[in-house]
C-alpha cells in the first residue's frame, strides 16, 4: 500500500513562487507515472503536469514555462516547482502515482495554493 502526502502549499502574491512537496511511504521506483493535479473552487479536478520514471515531462498547457516537475527517487519524492504564479492558479494541488508492481492508482489528500492578486 502506497501513501501519498502533500506539502508546501500557502499563499502567495501573484508573480511569487511556492514549491510543493509529495513524500511517499516507501521506494518511488516502482511508481512508473506520477503527476500533479490541482482542483478549483467549483471546477473539475485537471492534470498540470507528469513525470516518468524515466524523466519525461509533460504539462498542462496553462503552466508550461512556469511550473516544474521532478522526481528524487533517492528520496522517494516528488515535487512541483511553481514560479511566476496567478491568481488562476489558486487549487487544491494533488500528488497522484501508478504502481507498475501493485498495478493501482494513489491519490494525496492535497495542499492548498492560494494565489493573491
Known amino acids: 500500500q502506497v501513501q501519498l502526502v502533500e506539502s508546501g502549499g500557502g499563499l502567495v502574491q501573484a508573480g511569487g513562487s511556492l514549491r510543493l512537496s509529495c513524500a511517499t511511504s516507501?521506494?518511488?521506483?516502482?511508481?512508473?507515472?506520477m503527476n500533479w493535479y490541482r482542483q478549483a473552487p467549483g471546477k473539475q479536478r485537471e492534470l498540470v503536469a507528469t513525470?516518468?520514471?524515466?524523466?519525461?515531462?509533460n504539462y498542462a498547457d496553462s503552466v508550461k514555462g512556469r511550473f516544474t516537475i521532478s522526481r528524487d527517487n533517492a528520496k522517494n519524492s516528488m515535487y512541483l516547482q511553481m514560479n511566476s504564479l496567478k491568481p488562476e492558479d489558486t487549487a487544491v494541488y494533488y500528488c497522484?502515482?501508478?504502481?507498475?508492481?501493485?498495478?493501482?492508482?494513489?491519490w494525496g489528500q492535497g495542499t492548498q495554493v492560494t494565489v493573491s492578486s
Open positions: 497522484n502515482a501508478h504502481s507498475v508492481v501493485t498495478l493501482a492508482e494513489y
Open positions: 516507501g521506494s518511488i521506483f516502482s511508481l512508473k507515472t
Open positions: 513525470i516518468t520514471i524515466g524523466g519525461r515531462t
